[in-house]
């Protein structure tokens, strides 16, 4: 074994660059909410959940909207062909009328002779009549479309 040297100790220096505590960057949100009180932290998750619940009615609203206006326009189509259909039901007696109207003109005419008063009233009669019936099927359709 070696001799036994008395050995000075000597002192470590430390460099300039490590000598310095290093610190870690913190976040803003870290630092924000160390730096918060609990009753803070309390109120920002109470509005946290408010503004979560504004979110969910305005999707449910959405919802709602959307399916109203699918029902609103299902019966909008249904409305439109009963319209339609009674349209085209109000054009056919309206036709049945002019043909009848043009077939009694006819057989007044010739039969009247030289009487055009006679083929003027019953002219004037089955158009007051046939007109009626047309102003009655208009008025019926304005009512339908609130117009």
Known sequence: MPPKTATKAVPKVASKKTSKKVSKKKSAAKRS????SAEARAMYAEMKRGVRHLENSIAEIQRSVLKAERKLEAEARTRIRDLRSDARAQLKILKEKQRDAAGTLKRVSSAAGGS???IKHTAESVLKDARSTATAAVQRFRDALGA
Do not use: I
């Open 33 to 36: 909410s160390q730096l918060v």
């Open 116 to 118: 055009w008063t006679d």
